[in-house]
């Protein structure tokens, strides 16, 4: 399967003169392809671009953790960052997942992302990029998903982990 989200927000703050009003636009795409028994790839592609000059602290981009929307609805997945981190105005994630299923409720997944970020799209080809890779295991309880990764990027350069139990809601 697939799955496709595309917003596009403009923030005003109505009769307030010194507030700047600004826009922010973010897509999410993931795809499910069975590779043979029991193995999937998942390729995904997630961006957030903020149009504007002043953007509040509340709205600037964010980073970090296996699933999005974790620490807040902007926030992008990013392999090899435990916690939500700031990214700059103009952000994108490539991430691919090869997830195995063992038995009937064990999963082992290989993941690896890549982020390019830059203040202004003028910048882009200038800006640096950062990869992260990470190995997750996961059981599924009847109540909930039990699951356990270990991850590493070079924006941290320090191995990390992170352990959850229940469903993404």
Known sequence: GTRFRAELDYVFAGRQSDFE?????LIDWRMYVPLWRGMTWIPALSGRFLVGDRIP???VNLIGGMVPGRYADHQLPFVGI???????NNLFVARMDLRQRLGKKHYVSLVGNFLHDSPQLTEWSAARGHWGVGLQYAYHFSIGPLMFDL???DLTQTL???FSFGYQF
């Open 151 to 153: 991850h590493w990027s």
């Open 82 to 88: 435990a916690n939500a981190e700031t990214a700059e």
């Open 160 to 162: 990390g982990y992170y």
């Open 57 to 59: 602290v509340s709205y």
């Open 21 to 25: 009003p600004f826009a922010a636009c």
